[in-house]
């Protein structure tokens, strides 16, 4: 397996235009996590899936940011409009719970710049 | 103005000393702990894993180390090296509505000076 693959690898945009990252997930995995990691924040978890269905946003910051998994194999984070303080890494991790032990995988994230 | 980073605590040490790193976890009732390190431009990797029920795990070149009663782990590198340079954190599975999610630490900075 290639493991946890994330698109775009790098973003430079303008505020106010709309962000897409996308992920696809490690085959047989049934959580798909999202986090945010900054200078200021460190590493935020802002939703997780399983079995494609989203169970905690909590960590969603606000309106602006969306996420969905129509299927196993692919899931998207938008951010509409995007702010200057949106810029952060982002990355995508999936994982199988194996006895209560949730290892999680992650991909190369995607590095998102608002200007 | 200029904004507040994240100052991650940072251990540097020689090139084939021994490093450890500490970490304070939150919920007692947590029984699942994990490190991960991340390098420079990825995303965080499994090192190793411990259960509640262990004190003591052995991998190659690291052990980790389960302290419940005052709630610590800490993860030891034997001989460090150069490669060994990055950002560990530790993280605990919490139980949440049957599933178990990982919360992550703040990290600690490891450098490894030749």
């Known amino acids: 397996d290639a493991g946890v693959i994330q698109s775009p690898r790098h973003e430079v945009t303008e505020m106010g235009q709309e962000v897409t990252l996308r992920c696809k997930p490690i085959s047989g995995h049934d959580y798909l996590f999202w986090y945010r990691q900054t200078m200021m924040r460190g590493l935020e978890l802002l939703i997780y899936?399983?079995?494609?269905?989203?169970?905690?946003d909590s960590g969603m910051p606000e309106d602006r940011f969306s996420a969905k998994m129509p299927n196993a194999s692919f899931s998207t984070l938008k951010i509409q409009p995007s702010e200057p303080r949106d810029s952060a890494v982002y990355f995508c991790?999936?994982?199988?719970?194996?006895?209560?032990?949730?290892?999680?995988?992650f991909g190369a994230g995607s590095r998102l710049t608002v200007l | 103005g200029e904004s507040v980073g994240l100052h991650l605590p940072t251990l540097s040490v020689q090139e084939g000393d021994n490093s450890i790193i500490n970490c304070a976890y939150s919920n007692s009732a947590s029984d699942y702990f994990i490190w991960y390190k991340q390098e420079s431009g990825k995303g965080p990797q499994f090192i190793i894993d411990i259960r509640s029920n262990m004190d003591k795990r052995q991998g190659q070149r690291v052990t980790v180390l389960l302290n419940k009663t005052v709630k610590h782990l800490s993860l030891q590198i034997a001989a460090t090296q150069p490669g060994d340079s990055a950002v560990y954190f530790c993280a605990e599975n919490i139980e949440s509505g049957g599933s178990y999610i990982p919360t992550f630490g703040r990290g600690t900075s490891l450098i490894v000076h030749p």
């Open positions: 899936f399983n079995n494609n269905v989203p169970i905690d």
């Open positions: 991790a999936s994982s199988l719970v194996v006895a209560g032990a949730n290892v999680l995988t």
